[in-house]
């Protein structure tokens, strides 16, 4: 296979990985009980704030250079410290996160959400466009798996676009809740967000455990 094609390939599974892990931290984002709120309609068509065009455009565009900013200072921090990061370490973190996740599957609860609720900047006063770069950090079990697995990128560049595609996926489910459109709070949209928060927990259980085998 050339080069070339190995290249491609490498950047496309990326760039998938982090579209799929952005549209399973919907199901964190949108839930009851969930760690964080959006600053819009929930799943349950409850209303946090009345939504208009400019608060969401404000929101979503804040968002995404929030997970820029992120990408590319973890790619940073990765590539100018590599010798204390191990990959058995990181993907041992994230098999231990997708444990979290099935308990927030079964539960409504996990671990890990009073550090997403504490980090959960939906309730701030704060324009929407900072509202939404703020709102990129929070600790939620989604985006420390892609935190953790940028770290292991060594690359400022790649580190933005996996960000990039998590909040590409994140926005394309989330954004019929920001518009409240009705068949957005239906069982089958319910299901469908848990289901892809489910084979992306064990997609990525997988893969780390197999990765800790070879180490």
Do not use: Q
Request: overall charge positive; some cysteine; hydrophobic content about 55%.
């Amino acid at each position: 296979m050339p080069a070339t094609l190995i290249f491609r390939n490498y950047y496309l599974v990326l760039a998938w990985a982090g579209f799929f892990l952005g549209t399973a931290s919907v199901v964190y984002l949108g839930l009851r009980p969930a760690p964080i709120r959006l600053p819009f309609p929930n799943l349950n068509g409850e209303f946090i704030m009345r939504p208009t065009f400019g608060s969401i455009a404000g929101y979503l565009f804040g968002r995404w250079m929030g997970f820029l900013i992120l990408g590319g200072f973890l790619g940073w921090v990765g590539s100018i410290i590599p010798d204390l990061l191990t990959e058995r370490l990181v993907f041992s973190f994230c098999a231990l996160l997708c444990v979290f996740i099935f308990l927030f599957l079964a539960t409504g609860r996990s671990p890990e959400l009073i550090l997403a609720r504490i980090s959960d900047a939906s309730h701030l006063s704060i324009p929407f466009f900072f509202r939404g770069i703020v709102s990129s950090g929070t600790m939620i079990t989604t985006v420390l798996i892609g935190m953790a697995l940028v770290l292991i990128l060594n690359s400022i560049n790649l580190g933005m676009l996996f960000f990039t595609s998590f909040f590409l996926g994140n926005t394309l489910v989330s954004l019929p809740l920001l518009l409240n459109i009705p068949w957005s709070r239906n069982t089958c949209f319910y299901f469908f967000i848990r289901l892809i928060l489910f084979f992306c927990a064990m997609g990525i259980l997988i893969f780390s455990m197999a990765r800790l085998l070879k180490s």
